[in-house]
């Protein structure tokens, strides 16, 4: 494996050194200043973890490593003496022993606040398989998303053909119905997999009496004892993630006629009322900042997800109620008559969930930003893609969070920058799906005042990362995967996903023809809300003639990231994680 052959033409081949994975000049440097006449003693490796890691690590745990990594790599010429020598400790560092965020550290948020005060991880029509229009609804996906710590399911319900049952689907369009029961099935055999904390069940009702009580039959012989269901009577103030273990919650609008939303749901869903432009890429678009443009007078801002105008049902006549189908919701949702102003006004008497679009919410935080920040202290805001991202997209979570809103609602099944974004922010907190918002969006001051989105705030502190170098492309793709004719030109992309003063991105330089790229470049990002900002690392080749070539992902909570030198792993676009291709990278915070 000392060289590698490409063959350009039928009579022409070209031969590449392949590169060795070695240790680059400041670890070399680390490793003669943490080590003596070349041995790095369990004292030497107590004080690097200590000093450059900074790592709160004992003698044992240090002992515990070098066995660890003796084992691991066999190496006969130092394993009874129970030391580290450059090579191992190089692979160490660049090893899945060292990785960006603790394995260890589980959930550790507070857990005992109400579940406003929480980021909730959340999907938007869970059920689809791909685009929004003629894909096929199945059950795969929820259980997909649920394996991924997702806590927030949204199902569509409807009558069936003949209209004597209940499929998810969406509405008016030429997906393909998915049974409900099915989909319940699976979220009870799933919901609890990867996290205990409870799940969400929001669903956009289009059924008739008859079928809500059908419903509500399904849901309690399905969930039975683990179904929150506080009964018809709104909550006062939500209960916590702690309370609410391994608890099934549902949230929908007060029960409506099938038929009035239907009419209205035609023209949410007309696929000729527009579509997003495909992605450009082969990795997805770039994360859209926070001075998107924002459509003026969009109709289907004036319309909820549903269709329906906005209203809440509640002066419905009771002739339209399933009554034990309304015992179930224990998060109402709706919007009071009145507008804007009317929905964001908080009652101390009762909490509910109010559901914006992006478009709508990028309108009302223009006005409203601060009304936005003290409804979500005490209320739920879910926020969900406009109806024209028919290709599955997804739009910018930071404008959501930074006005406290929990349920930023995604396309799990969009792939692209955005939801790499998303799945970064819920790797905090032991990927458990519940993080815990900043204290500035929970609090309110002595003249109750509370956090302003459009503030510009001073710098809090300064994140430096630096970029030593990446390996594993050449196990985990072919070898003319990047290019037929020769190895790969890698570069680096790392940056910021945060408020808008934090978000940018920054670039290493290409190097050509290395399956190893040491790239050894350093970048600092100044962060004002080191709460919210999550680290954006990707690496893509230089393809001159053509599109750049996807290398690899990953998104890190800044609130989490380990200082020291650690073994960054990287994903695909899908988010899956490569089993070989890691960077190696230095983060320090100043």
């Given at each position: ?523 600092e990002f100044p962060l004002t809300v080191p709460e919210l900002a999550v680290l954006r690392i990707e690496v893509h080749e230089y393809d001159m003639s053509e599109k750049d070539d996807f290398g690899g992902q990953t998104c890190l909570p800044v609130s989490e990231l380990r200082k020291g030198i650690r073994a960054v792993p990287l994903h695909s676009r899908k988010g899956e994680k490569y089993k070989s291709v890691k960077l190696l990278m230095h983060f320090e915070f100043v």
């Amino acid at each position: 494996m000392s060289k590698q052959t490409y063959r350009v033409c039928f009579c022409f081949q070209r031969r590449f050194k392949l590169a060795i994975s070695e240790s680059p000049p400041e670890i070399k440097a680390f490793f003669d200043q943490y080590s003596e006449n070349g041995v790095m003693t369990v004292d030497h490796l107590h004080r690097f973890l200590t000093e450059v890691q900074k790592e709160e690590a004992t003698k044992e745990e240090a002992q515990a490593t070098i066995d660890h990594c003796l084992r691991e790599l066999k190496h006969p010429n130092i394993f009874h003496r129970k030391v580290l020598n450059l090579e191992v400790f190089f692979k160490y560092l660049f090893g899945d022993l060292n990785p960006p965020l603790s394995p260890s550290i589980g959930v550790h948020h507070d857990m005992s606040g109400p579940l406003s005060h929480y980021f909730i991880y959340t999907g938007h029509n869970s059920y689809l398989t791909g685009n929004q229009l003629s894909s096929d609804c199945s059950d795969v996906p929820i259980i997909q998303a649920l394996h991924r710590g997702v806590r927030v399911i949204e199902l569509d319900i409807w009558p069936n053909s003949t209209k004597d049952d209940v499929d998810v689907l969406h509405g008016g369009t030429l997906t393909t119905p998915v049974q409900l029961i099915k989909c319940l099935k699976s979220i009870k055999e799933h919901a609890f997999v990867a996290s205990e904390y409870p799940v969400v069940i929001t669903l956009e009702d289009h059924l008739t009496p008859d079928l809500q009580a059908k419903v509500a039959q399904l849901v309690t012989q399905t969930f039975g004892d683990i179904l929150f269901s506080p009964g018809s009577e709104c909550l006062k103030e939500f209960p916590s993630p702690e309370s609410l273990k391994k608890r099934i919650i549902i949230s929908t609008k007060p029960p409506q006629e099938y038929l009035e939303a239907k009419d209205a749901l035609k023209s949410e869903n007309d696929p000729k009322s527009g579509k997003t432009q495909a992605d450009e890429e082969a990795w997805g678009q770039e994360v859209p900042d926070h001075k998107g443009a924002i459509v003026a007078d969009d109709k289907q801002d004036e319309l909820d997800e549903d269709g329906s105008n906005g209203e809440e049902d509640n002066d419905k006549s009771p002739q339209h109620v399933a009554p034990e189908y309304k015992r179930l919701i224990a998060i109402h949702a709706g919007k009071p008559k009145g507008g804007l102003v009317e929905c964001l006004k908080v009652d101390p008497d009762k909490v509910r969930r109010l559901s914006l679009s992006e478009q709508q919410l990028e309108k009302a935080s223009e006005v409203y930003a601060k009304e936005i920040v003290r409804f979500t202290q005490r209320n739920i805001l879910r926020v969900y893609p406009k109806g024209i991202r028919v290709d599955s997209s997804n739009y910018n979570p930071m404008i959501g969070w930074s006005h406290g809103a929990q349920m930023v609602a995604f396309n799990m099944q969009g792939y692209g920058r955005s939801l790499w974004v998303m799945q970064g922010m819920f790797r905090a907190n032991g990927g458990c799906g519940y993080v815990k918002k900043p204290d500035f969006l929970l609090k309110t001051g002595p003249h109750n005042e509370v956090f302003d989105p459009k503030y510009k705030l001073p710098v809090k502190t300064t994140l430096k990362v630096k970029v030593y170098m990446g390996e594993g492309w050449y196990y985990d793709f072919k070898h003319t995967h990047f290019d037929a004719y020769s190895p790969p030109d890698f570069y680096a992309r790392v940056g910021i996903a945060g408020v808008a003063a934090d978000s940018v991105m920054k670039k290493t330089k290409t190097l050509e023809d290395d399956w190893i790229p040491a790239w050894d470049e350093e970048f600092e990002f100044p962060l004002t809300v080191p709460e919210l900002a999550v680290l954006r690392i990707e690496v893509h080749e230089y393809d001159m003639s053509e599109k750049d070539d996807f290398g690899g992902q990953t998104c890190l909570p800044v609130s989490e990231l380990r200082k020291g030198i650690r073994a960054v792993p990287l994903h695909s676009r899908k988010g899956e994680k490569y089993k070989s291709v890691k960077l190696l990278m230095h983060f320090e915070f100043v």
